[in-house]
């Protein structure tokens, strides 16, 4: 895949050590703030936010002081930013999970002949897993190194050891991420969901690991227990859908009860969550699969056979739908394509191995998890469903494949993919809405130790001045002209890829000296409650790239009301853009989004085939500029060189 190059472990496995994430000049990252939103705000609050970023640069100013401290910060930890912005990303976060928080692979779609067929997969899938987690608990994982921009430096691979230990625990202002030790025997168990009904799956029965026979022997079991209706429990899985705060409060009605502390607690401790979904009655398609996978298509569908707070959710529809949907917070979408690959490949290329392996004999029943209900607990279970029920109802989503042309013509430009789609994007957010706003990218910064993400923010400039002479007619530029302008949106934009890749973003940067003061329990400083930081944190498009190199595709909701999703998987002769928004907003459609994404991405393989030549040395001078500007590219660490792969 286009980030990720595996390399076999011989005996590099985890003997490199990783830098720190670095801490940016101060003067850098308040030089960039202002030329990131320049252009994106009004004139007047541009000058009102240039004179308090001034004054919070000032030479024994505040900003002085925070960056010493958040230095002193950086010399005592493996990693200054990690606490902050794991809180600041997710766990301080109150919003519902799903749609808002979980991102969702969607597998191929399967053809099983019949519920034994789809139990046949999920066992399959479930020893996948097993393979899978012996290796991250044995630590034979091999190393992933840097591809794309700035290829060949080992990557951090923390992440993937959160895969299955980890638990996101509600929280009345902050969740917290529980982790389980690797290898722990507590984790010998995993959780079915069927029919809204929650089972235990032992896998280790009598000290021995259940074969996937054994495994199979089990769903089926389980899949009978959950048509009894006489014992049928309320659909508890719902509460996880809802707000953190909600969901918060209702588990702490729920665990005065110890039959329901009993039930969470095994549930927080399990491996992962196996769905087992009845058909949804919706035809499957792209878009539709997607949804199933984001929110389970409301209460009434298999909203409710889900519990969003753990990490790895498969799900496997009798109907053939397929996937995962995770919480967020500790791993990327990356590493979970890293993941699912695996797993997608041991499905199709691993043989089942139903007959062959002799089985535990004496297979114990599942154990249903039980709940005791209140009238009160009734009203939090419909509360949440309602509440579910909304969120399902305003989102709006658009799977589509553009097949004009893939990132292969892209590369033929001499240009960068990633950079050219956010050049698109910009493109197609002007064509609906006429200005451009705040852009969040990802920027993978696993490049360091315990790295997770910044952001690269792509509504620059040099993009503004693209799109409009693109759109405006009465601008009338050459098409010369315009290729111009296109030269310097993708240069601005792979820079800010370079600067964000190698530690030196301004997100990270700026939440830190933001957490740092109130850690020194001073009045917040000005800069940060200043109009242009509050625009400069609303993602009204919010991306980011997750390529797969098997047939699937990763896909989220918006960040803000009035905001759009778009996640993008680029294929050597297609592009595949999942797009949502949310239909309450009326600045927002997700189909127009694609329409005008479409027809951008037209325009600009005409116009680069209409120049078709390569970067002129002036572009090219023009883009060093830029990098020396912002100190990035000049700066890069000297573990971060390449290695010349
Ligand atoms: N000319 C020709 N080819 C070029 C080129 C150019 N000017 N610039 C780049 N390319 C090639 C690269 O060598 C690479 O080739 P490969 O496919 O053979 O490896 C390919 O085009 C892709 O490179 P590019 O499009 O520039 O992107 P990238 O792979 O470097 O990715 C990011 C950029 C920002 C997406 C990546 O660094 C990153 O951070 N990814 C993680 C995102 C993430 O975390 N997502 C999940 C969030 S939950």
């Not at 286009?2 to 308040?30: A, C, F, H, M, N």
């Not at 009894?228 to 665990?255: H, K, M, Y």
């Not at 030549?613 to 500007?629: G, H």
Request: charged share 25%; aromatic share 8%; glycine share 6%.
């Amino acid at each position: 895949m286009p980030i990720l190059e595996r390399e076999p472990p011989k005996g590099r496995r985890e003997s490199y050590v990783l830098p720190k994430v670095p801490v940016p000049p101060l003067k850098q990252t308040l030089d960039m703030y202002l030329n990131c939103m320049k252009h994106l705000v009004k004139e007047e609050q541009y000058q009102k936010t240039k004179a308090i970023v001034v004054k919070f640069g000032e030479p024994g100013g505040t900003g002085e002081l925070l960056q010493k401290k958040l230095l002193e910060r950086s010399e005592k930890t493996y990693n200054w930013v990690y606490d902050y912005w794991l809180e600041d990303m997710y766990l301080n976060q109150r919003l519902a999970l799903p749609v808002n928080s979980n991102p969702a692979m969607v597998f191929p779609k399967q053809n099983f002949k019949d519920r034994k067929d789809s139990l046949r997969f999920a066992a399959h899938l479930i020893t996948g897993v097993l393979e899978y987690k012996e290796r991250i608990d044995t630590r034979v994982l091999p190393v992933d190194f840097a591809r794309g921009q700035l290829a060949g430096t080992p990557l951090c691979m923390k992440q993937y050891y959160r895969l299955f230990n980890t638990y996101r625990l509600p929280g009345h202002k902050r969740d917290t991420l529980i982790i389980h030790k690797p290898g722990s025997t507590e984790q010998e168990h995993i959780i079915v969901a069927c029919k809204n009904q929650f089972f235990v799956l032992d896998l280790v029965v009598n000290k021995k690991k259940l074969k996937e026979m054994d495994i199979l022997t089990q769903l089926e079991k389980i899949v009978k227990m959950a048509e009894n209706s006489e014992e049928r429990q309320p659909p508890f899985g719902l509460l996880t859908s809802d707000g953190r705060t909600e969901w918060a409060q209702a588990r702490e009605v729920l665990i005065k009860d110890s039959v329901n502390r009993e039930s969470l607690a095994v549930i927080e401790k399990c491996l992962c969550v196996l769905c087992l979904d009845n058909p949804s009655g919706m035809e499957v398609g792209d878009t539709s699969r997607a949804l199933l996978m984001l929110h389970g298509g409301g209460h009434e569908k298999m909203g409710a056979n889900r519990w969003y707070d753990k990490p790895m959710q498969f799900i496997v529809g009798e109907d053939g739908v397929c996937g995962t949907v995770c919480e967020h917070s500790p791993f990327e979408g990356i590493v979970l394509v890293a993941c699912t690959e695996y797993l997608m490949k041991f499905m199709t290329g691993s043989p089942s191995k139903m007959g062959r392996a002799t089985s535990v004999s004496e297979l114990p029943t599942p154990a249903r998890l039980l709940w005791k209900t209140t009238p009160h607990i009734q009203d939090l279970l419909k509360a949440s469903a309602e509440r579910l029920q909304r969120l399902v109802r305003d989102l709006d989503m658009d799977v589509h494949k553009f097949e004009v042309y893939g990132k292969e013509f892209i590369k033929k430009q001499k240009m960068s993919p990633d950079a050219y789609i956010q050049v698109a994007l910009q493109l197609a957010f002007y064509r609906c809405n006429g200005r451009l706003v705040s852009t969040y990218e990802s920027a993978s910064i696993r490049r360091f130790h315990e790295g997770r993400v910044d952001n690269i923010r792509s509504a620059t400039s040099e993009a503004l001045a693209f799109v409009k002479a693109m759109t405006d007619e009465k601008a009338s530029l050459s098409d010369s002209e315009k290729m111009k302008q296109l030269w310097d949106a993708i240069n601005a934009q792979t820079n800010y890829t370079i600067t964000a890749i190698t530690g030196l973003g301004i997100d990270n940067h700026l939440l830190g000296l933001r957490e740092i003061a109130q850690e020194l329990k001073m009045e917040r400083p000005e800069i940060f409650t200043d109009e242009t930081y509050v625009a400069s944190n609303q993602f009204i498009l919010s991306t980011s790239q997750v390529p797969t190199t098997v047939e699937m595709f990763c896909c989220y909701g918006p960040v803000v009301p009035n905001g759009y999703g778009c996640c993008y998987n680029p294929q050597s002769d297609h592009l595949l853009f999942s797009v949502t928004s949310f239909h309450g907003s009326t600045e927002t459609c997700s189909a127009v989004f694609i329409k005008a994404l479409d027809e951008g991405l037209v325009e600009m393989r005409d116009l680069c085939r209409k120049s078709n030549k390569p970067q002129s040395s002036a572009a090219l001078a023009a883009s060093k500029a830029v990098v020396n500007n912002q100190g990035a590219g000049s700066k890069l660490p000297s573990t971060l060189q390449k290695t010349g792969k």
